[in-house]
């Protein structure tokens, strides 16, 4: 009796496999949304337009809900609801196999707002007959308020990690503004006077206020004998630049030891 128990459930299992084997390309490609994200700065008052471009890659004709949701948000801010600064249409349609669709959106930069509001635009798919067929994909809409920026941010850490004959970098930035910011940078690295290298961080994901985040960069191959080295990490956003230097050194097992 036992025996038959485990033989049924091994069968469940083989069977609830195949279930999303064959869901998975439904769930993997419903939507492509273009653009990623909208980024606005302007004064109170001013008005913005613009669009997302909806994609259907499904075989099924879908209906499609449009919500906006709240993310993000400033205490200062709290009490401003993405309905009283952005108006978005169409709020629902259909859209068959191949078709392309473009929601619009108007953007009213709130008056009363301080350093920056957000909004995530979700697109919630549906067949026609009521059963999901696609993932909900949200896409941001940022704005900065124009003269309530408070950009205040630093380099707050830096690591070094190596893995048989990759070297890693990780610099972390803290943000104690009221905007987000985006920093791109690189990380470079010298031997006495002479540059050894130069890291791109890998660019994208913003720090929102009161947060911190790590970019990392990465020297594939790195070649690195025994010695000291100095690290100067730079990143930069809008018009400032952060920099943060450190003494490293590899010895003679290949190992990274470093200098306080």
Same mark, same amino acid.
């Given at each position: 009796m036992k025996s038959?128990?485990? =033989? =049924? =459930? =091994?069968?469940?299992? +083989?069977?609830?496999a195949l279930v999303i084997l +064959?869901?998975?390309?439904l769930f993997s490609f419903a939507l492509n949304i273009t653009p990623v994200r909208h980024e606005i700065k302007g004064v109170p008052g001013e008005i913005y337009e613009g669009s997302f471009t909806v994609y259907n890659e499904t075989q099924e004709k879908m209906y499609i809900l449009v919500k906006l949701k709240k993310w993000r948000e400033l205490k200062e801010n709290s009490d401003i609801k993405p309905e009283d600064w952005v108006e978005i249409y169409p709020e629902e349609f259909d859209i068959v196999p191949g078709e392309n669709k473009e929601v619009k959106f108007k953007v009213t930069v709130p008056k009363k707002a301080q350093g920056f509001v957000m909004t995530h635009v979700s697109f919630c798919p549906e067949v026609k007959q009521g059963g999901s067929v696609g993932m909900v994909m949200s896409l941001p809409i940022y704005v900065t308020i124009e003269g309530t920026e408070v950009f205040k941010a630093e380099i707050s850490d830096v690591g070094l990690i190596k893995d048989k004959t990759d070297l890693q970098v990780m610099v972390v930035v803290k943000n104690d503004g009221n905007v987000y910011i985006r920093p791109k940078g690189k990380v470079t690295i010298k031997r006495k006077k002479k540059e050894i290298t130069s890291i791109n961080l890998k660019y994208g994901r913003p720090v929102y206020p009161g947060q911190v985040r790590g970019y990392s960069g990465d020297w594939r191959e790195a070649e690195l004998a025994s010695g000291k080295y100095k690290l100067t990490a730079m990143v930069n956003y809008g018009s400032t630049t952060l920099e943060k230097t450190m003494v490293f050194k590899i010895d003679k097992k290949g190992n990274i030891v470093l200098k306080k």
């Open positions: 038959n128990t485990i =033989k =049924k =459930k =091994k069968w469940l299992v +083989f069977l609830s +064959f869901l998975l390309p």
